[in-house]
């Protein structure tokens, strides 16, 4: 079975899509820690840390910079707008912390899959060289710090 070939992303959106790599890196975490049955309260002070620090920002970004480059009725910019919305009720509201970690390890992963896969390659053929160029300036934004408090995903022997 052939390797599938890594996804070609032009250099203006690298940033976001280093962005969508610590999500994916969140959803893991999140899968470790009920793997290693950590309290759920302290994979929540997580992805609260996260959110706050990470996932708020780059969801404006996008919603400011990335998805006017279709129109507003496209199909694909609905489901996005649809999918931030219900990832940020999730990551605002904790009526049930298990059940919603769950849901936003679920719905992130497919999120972040749908932006790198279906989006982002349509933005990037679709977006004009100023519009690339104004995303590009984005990257110069600090670059991911970890939050080393409380590594719960980590297996200590």
Same mark, same amino acid.
């Given at each position: 079975m052939a390797k599938p070939t890594p996804l070609k992303r032009h250099p203006?959106?690298? !940033? @976001?899509?280093?962005?969508?790599?610590?999500?994916?890196? $969140?959803?893991?975490?999140?899968?470790?820690?009920?793997?290693?049955? %950590?309290?759920?309260?302290?994979?929540?002070?997580?992805?609260?840390?996260?959110?706050?620090? !990470? @996932?708020?920002?780059?969801?404006?970004?996008?919603?400011? $910079?990335?998805?006017?480059?279709?129109?507003?009725?496209?199909?694909? %910019?609905?489901?996005?707008?649809?999918?931030?919305?219900?990832?940020?009720?999730?990551?605002?509201?904790?009526?049930n912390t298990e059940k919603n970690l769950g849901q936003i390890e679920e719905e992130l992963e497919k999120h972040i899959r749908f932006e790198e896969r279906v989006l982002f390659p349509v933005i990037q053929e679709k977006a004009t060289s100023s519009q690339l160029e104004i995303i590009a300036a984005q990257g110069d934004r600090e670059k991911f710090v970890e939050n080393g408090d409380d590594p719960f995903w980590i297996i200590v022997s």
């Open positions: 203006s959106l690298h !940033h @976001l899509s280093h962005d969508h790599h610590h999500g994916l890196l $969140l959803c893991w975490k999140i899968r470790q820690g009920f793997k290693l049955d %950590i309290e759920p309260n302290r994979i929540k002070d997580y992805c609260e840390w996260f959110w706050k620090n !990470h @996932l708020q920002t780059h969801f404006e970004e996008e919603e400011k $910079l990335i998805f006017p480059v279709l129109p507003e009725d496209d199909p694909m %910019i609905k489901q996005a707008m649809s999918e931030h919305k219900r990832l940020r009720k999730l990551f605002s509201t904790w009526e």
